[in-house]
């Protein structure tokens, strides 16, 4: 089966630039989370999914940031603009709810984000 | 409040010992899951090993067991007979059950860094 693909692997962008995010969960999954790991605030969750609706956005930094989940297959994480602190590793999971028992979250690869 | 507590910055182990990476959590929620994951320098976040808070037995996944000390609020995971492979980056995360459909977000600790030497 194929895990959770996101894309692309490393981005490299200019303050002021928008930036896209983009994840395929694990098909079947119902959940979908967006995560960030920098070395000083570890990992944070930025915002999670479930059936495509927006279920908690708190970890959203700030308005600059984005999420969407237009259809079960697809997610976006938006940065615009971005700055170089928004410089990180963002981590899309997914997850099944609907197995009955407990469902660890499946991880992309990250993508990882360089704004200079 | 720290939800996770992962003390250790950094560990150690001689490759064929086991090792024990501590966790402990914070939560009033009777109903909570514990899940540990493993980084290796490659990034990918792997998963580990779960323990349900109301599970009457700790976990064991092969190698990989976690010491759940309900009362105290604490899930150690333990790793015996360390490989070199295991060095890598370890986080132990906690999800509550508090809220609408019994599912909510992994909140994860610092993480353990743990270097296997020959």
């Known amino acids: 089966d194929a895990g959770v693909i996101q894309s692309p692997r490393h981005e490299v962008t200019e303050m002021g630039q928008e930036v896209t995010l983009r994840c395929k969960p694990i098909s079947g999954h119902d959940y979908l989370f967006w995560y960030r790991q920098t070395m000083m605030r570890g990992l944070e969750l930025l915002i999670y999914f479930n059936n495509n609706v927006p279920i908690d956005d708190s970890g959203m930094p700030e308005d600059r940031f984005s999420a969407k989940m237009p259809n079960a297959s697809f997610s976006t994480l938006k940065i615009q603009p971005s700055e170089p602190r928004d410089s990180a590793v963002y981590f899309c999971?997914?997850?099944?709810?609907?197995?009955?028992?407990?469902?660890?979250?499946?991880f992309g690869n990250g993508t990882r984000l360089t704004v200079t | 409040a720290q939800k996770i507590t992962q003390t250790q910055p950094g560990m150690f182990v001689q490759e064929k010992e086991a090792v024990t990476l501590d966790c402990t959590y914070d939560t009033s929620d009777p109903s909570y899951g514990l899940f540990w994951y493993k980084q290796p320098s490659s990034g990918e976040m792997i998963f580990l090993i779960y323990q349900g808070s109301y599970d009457q037995q700790n976990a064991t996944e092969g190698r990989y067991s976690l010491n759940f000390q309900k009362a105290r609020k604490s899930a150690n995971l333990v790793i015996s007979a360390s490989q070199l492979g295991d060095s890598a980056m370890y986080f132990c995360?906690?999800?509550?059950?508090?809220?609408?459909?019994?599912?909510?977000?992994?909140?994860f600790g610092a993480g353990t860094r743990l270097a296997v030497h020959p």
């Open positions: 995360a906690m999800r509550e059950a508090r809220f609408s459909g019994g599912y909510n977000k992994l909140i």
């Open positions: 999971a997914s997850s099944n709810s609907r197995t009955g028992r407990p469902s660890p979250l499946h």
